[in-house]
C-alpha cells in the first residue's frame, strides 16, 4: 500500500473502495474477485484504485489491516480496573460478538485465508489471532485460580467460546433458513448474545461466584 496518500489526498475515495473490497474479497477470494468491478462498486475507477493501493494484492492487505485493526481496537481493549475474571470474560464475549455483528465478513475473509494457507493468514495468526487466544486463556487461567471458573482446560474453553461465537455470524444463512426467520436482526441478536452469555455462564462459572 502507499502509505499516506490516503490521509491527505482524498480519504473518502479510499475508503470506499475498501469497503468495497472487503465484500468483493470476501465472496470471491483474491483470484476471482476483479479491480474493475470492485472500482465501479466504489464510484471510482481502477486508476484511483492502483493509485491508492498499488494493485490487487496490496488492496487485500489493506483490507485485512483495516478489519484487523478495528478487531484489536474493538475487542484488545485494556480490562476495566478492579474488575473480576467473570466481568473480563463477559466484557471480551461482547465486545467480540459486536464485533462480528458489525462486520460480517469478518468470517469469510478469515475462513478464505485458512483454507488456502497463505501468507498473508500466517500473519493473522501471528499478530492477532494469537494474542487474542493468548488473553482469553489468560482470562479463563485467573478466573479458575479465582475460584470463580470450574477447573477446565482453558485453551479448550478459548476455543469453545471462539466456536459458539464465530459459528453463529458465518452460518447465520443457514440457521437463519432452519429457523424461519432472519437471524441477524437487531432483536435476534440481542436474544443470542444473552443467550451465549448465560450458557458460558452456567456451564463455566461457580454457583458462588454467579451470585454475587
Known amino acids: 500500500?502507499?502509505?499516506?496518500?490516503?490521509?491527505?489526498?482524498?480519504?473518502?475515495?479510499?475508503?470506499?473502495?475498501?469497503?468495497a473490497a472487503e465484500q468483493h474479497f470476501?465472496?470471491?477470494?483474491?483470484?476471482?474477485?476483479?479491480?474493475?468491478?470492485?472500482?465501479?462498486?466504489a464510484h471510482a475507477n481502477k486508476a484511483m484504485l492502483y493509485y491508492y493501493f498499488g494493485d490487487k494484492r496490496h488492496l487485500h492487505r489493506a483490507v485485512l489491516e483495516n478489519l484487523f485493526r478495528q478487531l484489536r481496537n474493538g475487542v484488545y481493549q485494556p480490562q476495566r480496573r478492579q474488575s473480576s475474571?467473570?466481568?473480563?470474560?463477559?466484557?471480551?464475549?461482547?465486545?467480540?460478538?459486536?464485533?462480528?455483528?458489525?462486520?460480517?465478513?469478518?468470517?469469510?475473509?478469515?475462513?478464505?485465508?485458512?483454507?488456502?494457507?497463505?501468507?498473508?493468514?500466517?500473519?493473522?495468526?501471528?499478530?492477532?489471532l494469537r494474542p487474542f487466544?493468548?488473553?482469553?486463556?489468560?482470562?479463563?487461567?485467573?478466573?479458575?485460580?479465582?475460584?470463580?471458573?470450574?477447573?477446565v482446560d482453558p485453551h479448550d474453553t478459548a476455543f469453545?467460546?471462539?466456536?459458539?461465537?464465530?459459528?453463529?455470524?458465518?452460518a447465520a444463512a443457514i440457521?437463519?433458513?432452519?429457523?424461519?426467520?432472519?437471524?441477524?436482526?437487531?432483536?435476534?441478536?440481542v436474544a443470542r448474545k444473552q443467550a451465549l452469555l448465560d450458557f458460558l455462564d452456567h456451564g463455566l462459572t461457580r454457583t458462588k461466584a454467579r451470585a454475587r
Open 1 to 19: 500500500m502507499r502509505r499516506g496518500r490516503r490521509k491527505t489526498e482524498n480519504p473518502a475515495t479510499a475508503r470506499r473502495i475498501l469497503a
Open 26 to 41: 470476501a465472496a470471491q477470494g483474491l483470484a476471482g474477485a476483479r479491480t474493475e468491478q470492485i472500482a465501479t462498486a
Open 85 to 128: 475474571p467473570r466481568e473480563r470474560l463477559r466484557d471480551f464475549i461482547t465486545a467480540y460478538f459486536d464485533f462480528l455483528a458489525s462486520h460480517p465478513n469478518y468470517p469469510r475473509l478469515v475462513h478464505r485465508e485458512a483454507m488456502e494457507s497463505t501468507k498473508e493468514f500466517d500473519w493473522i495468526v501471528r499478530q492477532y
Open 133 to 151: 487466544h493468548n488473553q482469553l486463556v489468560r482470562t479463563l487461567q485467573e478466573g479458575i485460580a479465582a475460584g470463580e471458573f470450574r477447573a
Open 160 to 170: 469453545t467460546i471462539m466456536g459458539m461465537t464465530t459459528s453463529y455470524f458465518a
Open 175 to 189: 440457521f437463519s433458513q432452519v429457523a424461519g426467520h432472519n437471524l441477524l436482526t437487531p432483536h435476534a441478536l
